[in-house]
């Protein structure tokens, strides 16, 4: 029987971790069954599986049990047939005592899924007991002076049965005299009194022997009887009387053996014999003689036993002072235990989870029955637990409590909890008492890499050796294990056309980024793409980082000239009238550099020149100006060199050849057309020569800017190769040269490089350079000269 007792105890620590998420479901309004005391072990009480609305099986598939408190299984529950049956038999009178109702409550608990019911049984009495006198001898000492209608106290019978199986009532045999009173005490209790119904004669009839009866009111009733020797005495006319008839005390449980609780005094107006008087408990129960005694002479009432509160908490006592003369009076001392804070609350742990995966919902760790045998606020109890911890209790019925997770809790932040509940009473002085709990976080891969930096910016400069280092990316994982470890990888570019596989490689387990072939600055200034650290977790998680190659340039490409041309065949002229002031602008060298930065910063200077001092370059923008006043005794024609030089380390050159030729009779640099034909004999030879030199610049140029267009394209399809650009089949974009004063140049110009894919007449341009006026406005060109060519290409200098 003990070792059952084990298990089911375990298999309790189990169950009620379930026990408790399902008393938000559970009914507050227990269900009642009753039974008569004596019936029979296996008497069937009720059809559990009906009140349920279960099916029959149903009960056995759910594993259903009955649970009462203390353990004491008072019934059993066939599983088979769904019938809740008797244990054994009960006895009212042994499992309550005097306590009415009855009653035992129990559970019903449902495993799977978990239910919980609470109800109880109550035990109905059976009139099993008759009335028992204490004394079934009683002797009175009667004064013949007693007037009609006094009354004498009785001992009182006993009855263990309740309600309307205990005393009823009290009748006495017939006599001539007297009549018995029956009535009730404050405890419920009924007494007897023998009222005198007419005076006695001690000379007719000195005594007299009665019956008492007490018939208790149970179906059919049963009854008690007891002697009562009544003996008439001479007169004694005065009984002791008390100081009150009531006595209302106090005393602590704590209160040691022999504690005074109270002096009760009477007094007998009577002398000699008849006024002596001695104190004695009457009508006293045996629990009452075992706790208390009284002093014969003095009335002192001292404490006999230790008292316990959570056993008993009142006494009535009946003190009876007798005189000589068999004379007595009665006083009832109320005695009232006070409960002292005696007992420490006591915590009972049903289940406990002692690991818990972060992230979880509200979760239960632990559900346990928290008790106190003191009474009021020495009984009342609270539990808590550590204010800085993510739980809370919940409570719950029958002194229940369930210790929740208050919110989903993160490994990473603490693993560990060392969760104390202290359960403490009201009482004076308090008492408590402390369960620790020690509950683990497991991991869950909650926690993607994350990135040192959201972006990496790394530079490397163009014409790099190839699987060069080019730097790092970093990635940690607050996960603990395999959720912790990271792969890095290079994701897939937005671009398609972007060949990164070929460009850039990372490794997969430190995240070193090298370069797989040389860069070149001119075709692939920047590299921009993403990479990705992922977890070895279930499912796995990742992140990623945006890393920006920025390409640094070296000064690898020489200045290119753009104008004047010099892959014609034959030379370019300006035309210069000789009127011209000094500064006059006689041609701009347009140059352009691949390089960026300070390697592209371009710089003029006039190498070599016919006649020195006659014209001078302006070293920042290339501009050609007259240096004086031009006279007739200079040369028609001048040759210029001019060396444009970027800021390069080490610097690069190029040289450009300009030929001037000084003209008279014109305001402006260009041949005006004629209004008229001319007479070809009166022509002036010069201008001859100048129309046929324009056709030669003017073709010259043409092949130029075919050159100039082919070598763009090639270079092109070099930078789609490495970088990936594109340019859509059927248009060139065109490419705009802006050139500040703050750069080489003074003022502000614009080139416009056009290039069309399309059938159509091409269109050359070339403009003075414009100046912005104060606004910022630039007024439009003074010079304009069309010229439109057979081919499918246009280049335009603005």
């Not at 090298?514 to 920047?526: C, H, I, K, V």
């Not at 040289?655 to 034909?677: I, K, N, R």
Request: glycine letters at 6%; a negative charge; proline letters at 6%.
């Amino acid at each position: 029987m003990e070792a059952g007792w084990k298990i089911i105890c375990k298999q309790r620590q189990v169950l009620f971790l379930f026990l408790f998420l399902a008393l938000s479901q559970a009914g507050t309004e227990p269900r009642r069954y009753s039974v008569v005391e004596e019936t029979e072990g296996s008497s069937f009480v009720t059809n559990l599986a009906k009140d349920l609305d279960l099916g029959q099986s149903e009960l056995s598939r759910r594993g259903a049990r009955v649970i009462s408190k203390g353990n004491k299984l008072h019934l059993q529950l066939d599983q088979e047939t769904g019938y809740l049956l008797l244990n054994e038999k009960l006895d009212r009178e042994e499992l309550c005592g005097h306590t009415e109702p009855c009653v035992l409550r129990f559970q019903v608990l449902l495993e799977n899924p978990l239910q919980f019911f609470q109800a109880e049984l109550q035990v109905i009495d059976i009139n099993d007991h008759a009335p028992v006198f204490v004394e079934r001898d009683m002797l009175l000492k009667i004064s013949e002076s007693s007037p009609p209608g006094t009354a004498f106290p009785l001992k009182n019978a006993q009855d263990v049965d309740v309600g309307r199986n205990n005393i009823e009532s009290y009748i006495i045999s017939p006599n001539s005299y007297f009549w018995v009173l029956t009535r009730k005490g404050s405890d419920g209790r009924k007494y007897p009194e023998l009222v005198l119904d007419k005076a006695l004669d001690r000379e007719e009839e000195p005594e007299l022997r009665l019956t008492l009866i007490a018939q208790d009111g149970g179906s059919p009733p049963r009854s008690g009887t007891a002697q009562v020797y009544i003996e008439v005495t001479d007169i004694n006319d005065n009984a002791p009387e008390f100081e009150q008839p009531y006595y209302n005390v106090q005393i602590p449980e704590d209160s040691p053996i022999g504690f005074l609780i109270v002096r009760v005094s009477a007094t007998d107006v009577d002398v000699g014999v008849h006024g002596e008087i001695s104190y004695s408990l009457f009508q006293a129960s045996e629990e009452i003689r075992k706790t208390f005694e009284i002093n014969p002479m003095t009335g002192d009432i001292r404490l006999k036993k230790h008292l316990d509160f959570e056993t008993i908490q009142s006494y009535e006592v009946n003190i009876e002072a007798r005189d000589a003369g068999n004379l007595f009076g009665k006083c009832t001392v109320l005695t009232r235990v006070l409960d002292v804070n005696d007992n420490a609350p006591e915590v009972t742990m049903s289940a406990l989870t002692s690991q818990i995966p972060e992230n979880s919902p509200e979760t239960v760790v632990a559900v346990y029955s928290v008790s106190d045998l003191d009474s009021e606020e020495n009984g009342k109890i609270s539990c808590s637990i550590q204010d800085d911890l993510p739980f809370f209790l919940k409570s719950s019925l029958e002194n229940f409590y369930t210790l929740v997770t208050e919110r989903p809790l993160d490994r990473e932040s603490q693993a560990e909890y060392n969760i104390t509940i202290t359960v403490t009473d009201l009482g004076t002085p308090r008492l408590k008492t402390q369960h620790n709990i020690t509950v683990l976080v497991s991991d869950v891969n909650d926690n993607a890499p994350a990135f040192t930096q959201t972006s990496y910016t790394l530079f490397v400069r163009e014409n790099n050796s190839p699987a060069l280092h080019i730097g790092s990316v970093s990635a940690t994982d607050r996960d603990a294990g395999a959720n912790a470890q990271v792969t890095y990888s290079l994701l897939p570019p937005q671009d398609p056309h972007l060949p990164l596989a070929s460009l850039v490689s990372i490794n997969a387990d430190n995240g070193q980024l090298f370069a797989l072939r040389a860069l070149d600055y001119e075709a692939l200034q920047a590299l921009e793409f993403r990479v990705g650290a992922t977890d070895r977790g279930s499912p796995a998680l990742s992140s990623q980082a945006l890393v920006r190659v920025l390409v640094l340039d070296a000064n690898d490409n020489s200045p290119f000239v753009l104008y004047p041309l010099q892959n014609g065949s034959a030379p370019c002229t300006e035309l210069v009238p000789r009127a011209a002031e000094p500064g006059y602008l006689v041609s701009k060298v347009v140059a352009v550099d691949g390089d960026s930065g300070q390697n592209a910063w371009l710089s003029y200077q006039l190498l070599k020149a016919t006649e020195p001092g006659l014209f001078g370059v302006w070293a920042h923008n290339g501009e050609v100006r007259t240096a004086r006043l031009l006279s007739e005794r200079d040369a028609a024609k001048h040759r210029l060199v001019v060396l444009v030089k970027d800021n390069g380390e080490p610097p690069l050159s190029a040289s450009v050849t300009l030929h001037v030729l000084l003209v008279d009779g014109f305001s402006q640099p260009y041949l005006p057309l004629p209004e008229a034909a001319a007479d070809p004999a009166q022509a002036d030879p010069l201008t001859v020569y100048l129309v046929i030199a324009l056709a030669s610049v003017s073709s010259l140029f043409l092949f130029s800017v075919l050159a100039f267009i082919a070598v763009r394209l090639c270079r092109r399809g070099r930078a789609a190769a490495l970088g990936g650009c594109s340019v859509p089949e059927g248009h060139f974009p065109g490419h705009l040269v802006d050139v500040g004063g703050t750069g080489t140049l003074s003022q502000s110009y614009q080139y416009e490089v056009c290039l069309t894919g399309g059938l159509g007449a091409s269109e050359f341009k070339f403009l003075k350079p414009v100046v912005p006026n104060s606004q910022g406005h630039y007024p439009g060109p003074e010079i304009e000269e069309n010229s439109n060519f057979g081919n499918d290409f246009g280049f335009s200098i603005q």
